[in-house]
């Protein structure tokens, strides 16, 4: 199940960068994350990074969205394995995933407890081949922000008392 939704996931990025649209369809938010979840579950437990799911008051158990499900995981992983790396060195490393209603739309807000980005890095965060890591090559989120726009949506970096906290905003379906 595994090496499929990895096949599945890496064909979705293919499809994406040849600019090819997006499938939209009704997609359970909590469905994708269980799918990124189950990509990163066991580096997040190595890590020893506890892992915290919200779901505010406003919004059902499942809340589903009009997006392209393999993309919105990938969004996820992304957002996650950035979190992940930014925990590293931190004690109590924590990863907030929380999902609410804002009238007809959804937020999916994936927050930790990290060091947070500088102001200079906070300017350019969407900006291709700017990067914070040694190895990176900054088009993580330059491509998660484009899919997430191809869905009708947002991806934006709200500001937090610590850490990094990266909402993706989606049409509730």
Do not use: C, W, Y
């Not at 393999?70 to 925990?87: G, H, K, S, T």
């Not at 807000?109 to 190895?135: H, I, M, W, Y």
């Not at 869905?151 to 509730?172: I, K, M, Q, W, Y």
Request: proline share 4%.
């Amino acid at each position: 199940d595994l090496t499929a939704r990895i096949g599945a996931i890496t064909q979705e990025l293919r499809s994406f960068a040849r600019k090819s649209h997006p499938t939209v369809s009704t997609v359970s938010v909590n469905a994708a994350i269980d799918g990124a979840l189950m990509l990163l579950g066991s580096r997040m437990r190595r890590a020893g990074v506890r892992l915290v799911r919200n779901t505010s008051i406003d919004a059902p158990a499942d809340v589903t969205v009009l997006a392209d499900r393999f993309r919105l995981e990938q969004v996820i992983v992304n957002l996650i394995q950035n979190a992940l790396e930014a925990l590293e060195d931190v004690p109590n490393p924590a990863i907030t995933l929380s999902v609410s209603r804002a009238g007809n739309l959804v937020e999916l807000a994936v927050a930790d407890n990290g060091p947070g980005l500088s102001e200079q890095v906070r300017e350019q965060l969407f900006t291709p081949f700017v990067t914070t890591k040694a190895n990176g090559l900054g088009l993580g989120l330059v491509i998660s922000r484009d899919i997430i726009a191809a869905l009708d949506g947002e991806l934006d970096l709200r500001p937090s008392d610590n850490g990094a906290h990266f909402v993706v905003t989606l049409r509730s379906a």
